[in-house]
């Protein structure tokens, strides 16, 4: 009798275990696709996207523009690669956001060669550029306004010849901003013109005294004066000759050969906006009311 028992004992833990197991198994979740599976692989839709995934490496230009864009521990921060980073995380891409530093002047040409992937910079979508690479919609409304000393002792009102007659003008290579003051120039010699290499440089030889008033964007402007209160300029609004804030918006660039990665990521960044990713980046890097950053309002 008593190995009878042990063996139904043994018989029915056996089948005891084999259920918990069976019913283990059926309630278990299906594991989640993985980045490269079916899924989850927006990406997919864009070429230049799914080459970008098999490298492993994204690589973006980057200036020195905080807080849109520099590089910090060799790592690219700011609100476009804060942006760009949330973007490959939710179509799908499993890769290392690489930072490429690249002067403004250069990125353009850059991106047209595949040598960059895109940029991570304040860059304007302009008819010129548009010929040679495709822009997405605006990430940052950022126009651009004037730099000048403390109380505004030249007067300057807007960005015309009137206003800026007999001063010196500074902007940085590559902007349409400094475009814009040399065909200011051009229509009055009296204005003189000095390009600096990077924003930080130009709110400098503001601050010093080296010219008259800088040409700069509006969010880079505010924040080196936040960033240091040391440094003597005020940021002018209102100014006449001041671009609309539709013109105004930072874009990507990408490589003419792959619309759909503009067609991807304006779909992506518009969700970012609806569900409040878009500001939580541009309230962490600084920019608030951060809606107004990122809405034509």
């Known amino acids: 009798m008593g190995s009878s028992k042990t063996v139904k004992t043994l018989a029915l833990a056996v089948g005891t275990v084999t259920a918990l197991l069976l019913a283990g198994c059926a309630s278990t979740p299906a594991p989640a696709a993985s980045a490269s599976g079916s899924a989850n692989a927006l990406y997919k839709s864009s070429p230049a996207l799914v080459k970008i995934q098999a490298a492993g490496v994204f690589n973006i230009g980057v200036d020195t523009e905080p807080p849109l864009s520099s590089i910090s521990g060799g790592k690219a921060v700011g609100v476009i690669p804060d942006v760009l980073a949330e973007f490959v995380k939710r179509v799908g891409m499993t890769v290392k956001i690489n930072a490429v530093a690249t002067p403004f002047s250069s990125m353009v040409p850059e991106v047209q060669s595949n040598r960059i992937d895109t940029i991570a910079a304040g860059m304007y979508n302009t ?153 939580k980046i541009m309230t962490s890097n600084g920019l608030t009311p951060p809606a107004s950053f990122y809405n034509l309002k």
């Open 127 to 279: 008819p010129a550029r548009a010929q040679v690479v495709n822009f997405t919609e605006p990430i940052v409304y950022n126009p651009g306004t004037l730099i000048v000393a403390p109380g505004n002792p030249k007067k300057i009102n807007g960005i015309t010849t009137a206003s800026l007659h007999g001063l010196t003008v500074g902007s940085y290579a590559g902007t349409t901003l400094l475009t814009e003051l040399q065909a200011l120039a051009a229509k009055d010699p009296s204005i003189q013109v000095k390009a600096f290499t990077t924003a930080p440089l130009l709110a400098l030889a503001v601050s010093q005294g080296q010219v008259d008033a800088g040409y700069i964007d509006q969010v880079s402007g505010a924040y080196f004066l936040k960033q240091d209160p040391t440094l003597k300029y005020q940021v002018l609004t209102n100014l006449a000759g001041a671009d609309p804030k539709s013109a105004t918006g930072d874009c990507l660039p990408v490589n003419k050969s792959d619309p759909q990665f503009v067609t991807l990521f304006n779909k992506v960044y518009d969700q970012m906006k609806a569900d409040g990713t878009a500001a």
